[in-house]
Nanobody, 125 residues
């Protein structure tokens, strides 16, 4: 599966952005799609995830109530709507594919086998 992320940019605190991630290839092998982020000097961290069939959503505590993950199965696309952005949300955001429930916890980056190229989100104060 190939993943192409887009939608990042520069926004002021309190603003909004919507990230998109288009999947191509063996779409049937997607169990969960996730968004992770990595700020300079920090480890990659979980942001949100959505199960491909049922559409169940999961969020990091730091983004709950501000970010919304969704998917459009017909377009093989997952979205991350980010509202009320804060400077601490500044990072490179990555989308990723978790192939199976047996791949490990959806909160852990090691459970994901394919990654998009990343898109930069910068929130100014």
């Amino acid at each position: 599966v190939q993943l192409q992320a887009s939608g990042g940019g520069l926004v002021q605190a309190g603003g909004s952005l919507r990230l998109s991630c288009v999947a191509s290839g063996s779409i049937f092998s997607i169990n969960t799609m996730g968004w992770f982020r990595q700020a300079p000097g920090k480890e990659r961290e979980f942001v949100a995830a959505i199960t491909w069939r049922a559409g169940r959503t999961y969020y990091a505590d730091s983004v709950t109530g501000r970010f919304t993950i969704s998917r459009d199965n017909a377009k093989n696309t997952v979205y991350l709507q980010m509202n009320s952005l804060k400077p601490e949300d500044t990072a490179v955001y990555y989308c990723a594919r978790r192939p199976s429930d047996y791949s490990g916890s959806l909160y852990i980056s090691g459970s994901y086998s394919d990654w998009g190229q990343g898109t930069q989100v910068t929130v100014s104060s």
